[in-house]
């Protein structure tokens, strides 16, 4: 199967005057996200960089439909994310894996939980897995695995529902810098060779060369509350040099506006 990119088509998902608070007991809400912009189109990686706590997690969340915005709304092709979510899925830097559960159980029950029937879960889950590089890792249990083969796990568990858009959470920041690299372009590679049905991608990051070599495009959000304050578009090819004195400007010139 074979996926091609759009480029310059329609908005994917739009995020459109998102406001987020949460409680606090006792105390007035903590605004953690205000009047939030941002639109990812297909074709497209889009990378967040901004400090601890300026809300990047939050607002990832409120994209995949996990929390609902308290003002605002987020949209997938139209539609309320809240009456979409198989279309966004999303990776998380901690892994979130079940550690009672196999590599193919891990994968297997997003599409169970979906109602896909079992021999059909079974299928896809394996050709996930295959696809990720996983093959031969079916029934091993996470504590078994390297963090690189867990985060794997993590993308297989998001690829087997066949999303259109991926949202990633720091995805390589717990791996050390070897593993991260290997994974980073394995899943480039299936991205330019359209092997996933994803359209569009978007990861937050604290590593901003990380950001310049995956990413089309960069949003760098801004503290108490959090909120887009700039965005820069990386305009070179792929694959990327980190010696290319284009290259080292630009992860300069971001340092520079991040600070
Ligand atoms: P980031 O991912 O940029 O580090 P987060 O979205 O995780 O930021 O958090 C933004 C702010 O919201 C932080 O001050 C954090 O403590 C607070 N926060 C995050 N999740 C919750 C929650 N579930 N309940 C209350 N406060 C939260
Ligand atoms: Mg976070």
Known sequence: MSFSHNLNSAALVEVRGLRQ??????AAPLLVLDRVDLTLRAGEIVGLLGRSGSGKSTLLRAIAGLIRPSEGEV???GTPVSQAPADIAMVF?????FPWLTVLQNVELGLEARGVAPALCRQRALAAIDLIGLDGYESAYPKELSGG???RVGLARALVVQPKVLLMDEPFSALDVLTAETLRTDLLDLWSEGRMPIQAMLMVTHNIE????MCDRIVIFGSN?????DEIRVDLAQPRDRLDPVFRALVDAIYARMT
């Open 210 to 213: 990380e950001a310049v070599l």
């Open 149 to 151: 083969m867990r985060q």
């Open 75 to 77: 949209a997938f092709c």
């Open 93 to 97: 830097q901690s892994f979130a894996l």
């Open 225 to 229: 509350p959090g909120r887009v304050i």
């Open 21 to 26: 608070s949460y409680d606090k007991a006792g």
